[in-house]
Protein backbone atom coordinates (compact mmCIF):
# COMPACT_ATOMS: atom_id res chain seq x y z
CA UNK A 1 0.00 0.00 0.00
CA UNK A 2 0.95 2.84 -0.84
CA UNK A 3 1.97 5.70 2.00
CA UNK A 4 3.31 9.20 2.58
CA UNK A 5 4.80 10.18 6.08
CA UNK A 6 5.58 13.92 6.82
CA UNK A 7 7.83 15.43 9.73
CA UNK A 8 8.17 17.19 11.56
CA UNK A 9 4.43 17.73 12.39
CA UNK A 10 4.39 21.38 13.57
CA UNK A 11 7.60 23.59 12.96
CA UNK A 12 7.93 26.91 14.47
CA UNK A 13 10.56 29.17 13.07
CA UNK A 14 11.86 32.73 13.43
CA UNK A 15 12.08 35.17 10.42
CA UNK A 16 14.94 34.23 8.24
CA UNK A 17 16.06 30.56 9.69
CA UNK A 18 15.86 28.28 7.38
CA UNK A 19 14.97 25.07 7.66
CA UNK A 20 13.67 21.55 6.04
CA UNK A 21 10.19 19.71 6.07
CA UNK A 22 10.51 15.78 5.23
CA UNK A 23 8.24 13.52 2.99
CA UNK A 24 8.96 10.07 3.72
CA UNK A 25 7.06 7.75 1.09
CA UNK A 26 6.73 4.25 -0.26
CA UNK A 27 4.71 3.70 -3.84
CA UNK A 28 4.86 0.95 -6.07
CA UNK A 29 6.33 2.67 -9.03
CA UNK A 30 6.79 6.34 -8.74
CA UNK A 31 4.83 8.95 -11.37
CA UNK A 32 5.06 11.99 -9.20
CA UNK A 33 5.63 13.06 -5.91
CA UNK A 34 3.60 16.87 -5.12
CA UNK A 35 4.41 19.57 -2.91
CA UNK A 36 1.21 21.90 -1.78
CA UNK A 37 0.50 24.69 0.11
CA UNK A 38 -2.40 24.70 2.42
CA UNK A 39 -3.56 28.11 4.13
CA UNK A 40 -7.11 27.69 6.82
CA UNK A 41 -9.78 26.94 5.31
CA UNK A 42 -8.59 26.94 2.11
CA UNK A 43 -7.82 24.60 -1.25
CA UNK A 44 -4.59 23.56 -1.37
CA UNK A 45 -2.30 25.10 -3.65
CA UNK A 46 0.18 23.24 -5.98
CA UNK A 47 3.87 24.09 -5.25
CA UNK A 48 5.98 21.77 -7.01
CA UNK A 49 6.29 17.79 -9.18
CA UNK A 50 9.15 16.00 -8.89
CA UNK A 51 9.26 13.28 -11.06
CA UNK A 52 12.98 11.39 -10.56
CA UNK A 53 15.87 11.25 -8.04
CA UNK A 54 17.95 14.03 -8.13
CA UNK A 55 15.57 16.32 -9.86
CA UNK A 56 14.84 19.52 -7.91
CA UNK A 57 12.81 22.63 -8.34
CA UNK A 58 12.88 26.27 -6.77
CA UNK A 59 10.03 29.01 -6.25
CA UNK A 60 11.12 31.82 -4.59
CA UNK A 61 12.16 30.75 -1.01
CA UNK A 62 10.93 27.25 -1.43
CA UNK A 63 13.12 24.43 -2.84
CA UNK A 64 11.68 20.69 -3.52
CA UNK A 65 14.43 17.59 -3.82
CA UNK A 66 13.68 14.23 -4.50
CA UNK A 67 15.48 10.96 -3.40
CA UNK A 68 14.12 7.58 -4.42
CA UNK A 69 12.86 7.21 -0.23
CA UNK A 70 12.03 10.95 0.59
CA UNK A 71 11.33 14.29 -0.59
CA UNK A 72 12.49 17.34 1.19
CA UNK A 73 11.15 21.06 1.05
CA UNK A 74 13.84 23.51 2.11
CA UNK A 75 12.50 26.78 3.02
CA UNK A 76 15.01 29.84 3.06
CA UNK A 77 15.13 32.46 5.00
CA UNK A 78 11.32 32.47 5.81
CA UNK A 79 9.03 35.18 6.18
CA UNK A 80 5.88 35.43 8.15
CA UNK A 81 3.58 34.83 4.94
CA UNK A 82 5.38 31.47 4.24
CA UNK A 83 3.21 30.17 7.55
CA UNK A 84 1.19 27.31 6.47
CA UNK A 85 0.37 23.93 6.19
CA UNK A 86 2.31 21.85 3.49
CA UNK A 87 1.14 18.66 1.98
CA UNK A 88 3.35 16.21 0.15
CA UNK A 89 1.28 13.42 -1.94
CA UNK A 90 2.70 10.59 -4.37
CA UNK A 91 1.36 8.97 -7.82
CA UNK A 92 1.85 5.73 -8.29
CA UNK A 93 2.69 4.59 -11.90
CA UNK A 94 -0.88 3.53 -13.39
CA UNK A 95 -3.35 5.01 -10.95
CA UNK A 96 -5.08 8.01 -10.74
CA UNK A 97 -5.52 8.82 -7.01
CA UNK A 98 -3.04 10.99 -4.97
CA UNK A 99 -1.93 9.74 -2.00
CA UNK A 100 -1.49 12.69 1.17
CA UNK A 101 0.93 12.92 3.35
CA UNK A 102 -0.71 14.72 7.26
CA UNK A 103 1.17 17.96 6.50
CA UNK A 104 3.59 19.83 8.31
CA UNK A 105 2.21 23.10 9.88
CA UNK A 106 5.00 25.89 9.76
CA UNK A 107 4.43 28.92 11.74
CA UNK A 108 7.19 31.98 10.89
CA UNK A 109 7.01 34.79 13.75
CA UNK A 110 8.42 37.87 12.65
CA UNK B 1 -7.16 29.63 -18.15
CA UNK B 2 -8.42 27.48 -16.08
CA UNK B 3 -10.50 27.62 -13.15
CA UNK B 4 -11.99 25.42 -10.17
CA UNK B 5 -15.80 26.33 -8.37
CA UNK B 6 -17.16 25.08 -5.37
CA UNK B 7 -20.19 25.81 -3.86
CA UNK B 8 -21.02 26.33 -0.68
CA UNK B 9 -18.24 27.32 1.13
CA UNK B 10 -19.78 26.30 4.52
CA UNK B 11 -22.93 23.98 5.58
CA UNK B 12 -24.37 23.16 8.71
CA UNK B 13 -27.13 20.24 8.36
CA UNK B 14 -28.57 17.92 10.91
CA UNK B 15 -27.95 14.58 11.00
CA UNK B 16 -30.62 12.16 8.86
CA UNK B 17 -30.62 15.02 6.41
CA UNK B 18 -30.12 15.27 2.51
CA UNK B 19 -27.03 16.42 1.08
CA UNK B 20 -25.85 18.00 -2.10
CA UNK B 21 -21.79 19.56 -3.37
CA UNK B 22 -21.08 20.85 -6.39
CA UNK B 23 -18.11 21.30 -8.58
CA UNK B 24 -17.47 22.83 -11.67
CA UNK B 25 -14.55 23.43 -14.12
CA UNK B 26 -14.19 25.65 -16.82
CA UNK B 27 -11.76 26.42 -19.51
CA UNK B 28 -10.77 22.58 -20.37
CA UNK B 29 -12.37 19.51 -21.70
CA UNK B 30 -12.36 15.79 -20.42
CA UNK B 31 -11.27 16.90 -16.61
CA UNK B 32 -10.39 13.88 -14.35
CA UNK B 33 -12.42 15.44 -11.57
CA UNK B 34 -11.69 13.80 -7.43
CA UNK B 35 -13.85 14.59 -4.22
CA UNK B 36 -11.25 14.40 -1.52
CA UNK B 37 -12.36 15.05 2.64
CA UNK B 38 -10.00 16.60 5.04
CA UNK B 39 -10.75 15.37 7.90
CA UNK B 40 -9.38 17.76 10.75
CA UNK B 41 -5.48 16.37 11.83
CA UNK B 42 -5.93 13.80 9.19
CA UNK B 43 -5.03 13.79 5.54
CA UNK B 44 -6.87 14.54 2.62
CA UNK B 45 -8.63 10.78 1.76
CA UNK B 46 -9.67 9.92 -1.51
CA UNK B 47 -13.37 9.71 -1.88
CA UNK B 48 -14.65 9.53 -5.75
CA UNK B 49 -12.79 10.06 -8.46
CA UNK B 50 -14.18 10.43 -12.49
CA UNK B 51 -12.50 9.70 -15.82
CA UNK B 52 -15.66 10.60 -17.63
CA UNK B 53 -18.85 11.28 -17.51
CA UNK B 54 -20.85 9.09 -15.98
CA UNK B 55 -17.89 7.13 -15.12
CA UNK B 56 -17.22 7.09 -11.07
CA UNK B 57 -15.13 5.20 -8.98
CA UNK B 58 -15.52 4.94 -5.28
CA UNK B 59 -12.25 4.22 -2.85
CA UNK B 60 -14.23 4.53 0.29
CA UNK B 61 -17.77 2.75 1.48
CA UNK B 62 -19.64 4.89 2.93
CA UNK B 63 -23.39 6.61 2.47
CA UNK B 64 -21.86 9.26 0.19
CA UNK B 65 -22.22 8.80 -3.64
CA UNK B 66 -20.81 10.96 -6.60
CA UNK B 67 -22.22 11.41 -9.90
CA UNK B 68 -21.11 13.40 -12.99
CA UNK B 69 -23.93 14.26 -14.75
CA UNK B 70 -22.10 16.30 -17.53
CA UNK B 71 -18.28 16.51 -18.61
CA UNK B 72 -17.17 19.51 -16.53
CA UNK B 73 -19.84 18.61 -13.50
CA UNK B 74 -19.18 16.46 -10.11
CA UNK B 75 -21.63 16.07 -7.69
CA UNK B 76 -21.01 14.66 -4.18
CA UNK B 77 -24.79 13.57 -2.53
CA UNK B 78 -25.86 11.57 0.53
CA UNK B 79 -29.26 10.51 1.41
CA UNK B 80 -29.18 10.66 5.04
CA UNK B 81 -25.72 12.47 7.09
CA UNK B 82 -24.15 10.92 10.00
CA UNK B 83 -21.77 13.17 12.04
CA UNK B 84 -18.57 11.11 10.81
CA UNK B 85 -19.71 13.24 7.62
CA UNK B 86 -18.47 16.44 9.32
CA UNK B 87 -15.28 17.86 7.29
CA UNK B 88 -13.25 19.94 4.39
CA UNK B 89 -14.63 18.37 1.20
CA UNK B 90 -12.58 19.61 -1.87
CA UNK B 91 -13.26 18.87 -5.24
CA UNK B 92 -10.07 19.08 -7.37
CA UNK B 93 -9.54 18.40 -11.47
CA UNK B 94 -6.74 17.42 -13.53
CA UNK B 95 -6.10 17.13 -16.83
CA UNK B 96 -6.56 13.83 -19.38
CA UNK B 97 -3.32 11.30 -18.28
CA UNK B 98 -2.94 13.04 -14.78
CA UNK B 99 0.58 13.32 -14.04
CA UNK B 100 0.76 17.12 -13.52
CA UNK B 101 -0.83 17.16 -9.63
CA UNK B 102 -4.28 18.44 -8.69
CA UNK B 103 -5.93 21.51 -8.68
CA UNK B 104 -7.74 21.84 -5.68
CA UNK B 105 -11.13 24.03 -5.17
CA UNK B 106 -11.83 26.44 -2.84
CA UNK B 107 -13.65 23.65 -0.20
CA UNK B 108 -16.62 23.18 1.89
CA UNK B 109 -17.17 22.86 5.38
CA UNK B 110 -19.66 20.46 6.29
CA UNK B 111 -20.46 20.53 10.44
CA UNK B 112 -23.50 17.80 10.67
CA UNK B 113 -24.74 18.59 14.02
Known amino acids: EDQVTQSPEALRLQEGESSSLNCSYT??????LFWYRQDPGKGPEFLFT???AGEEKEKERLKATLTKKESFLHITAPKPEDSATYLC???????????FGTGTRLLVSP | SQTIHQWPATLVQPVGSPLSLECTVE??????LYWYRQAAGRGLQLLFY??????ISSEVPQNLSASRPQDRQFILSSKKLLLSDSGFYLC????????????FGSGTRLTVV
Open chain 2, 27 to 32: GTSNPN
Open chain 2, 50 to 55: SVGIGQ
Open chain 1, 27 to 32: VSGLRG
Open chain 2, 92 to 103: AWTSRGGGYGYT
Open chain 1, 50 to 52: LYS
Open chain 1, 89 to 99: AVQARGFQKLV
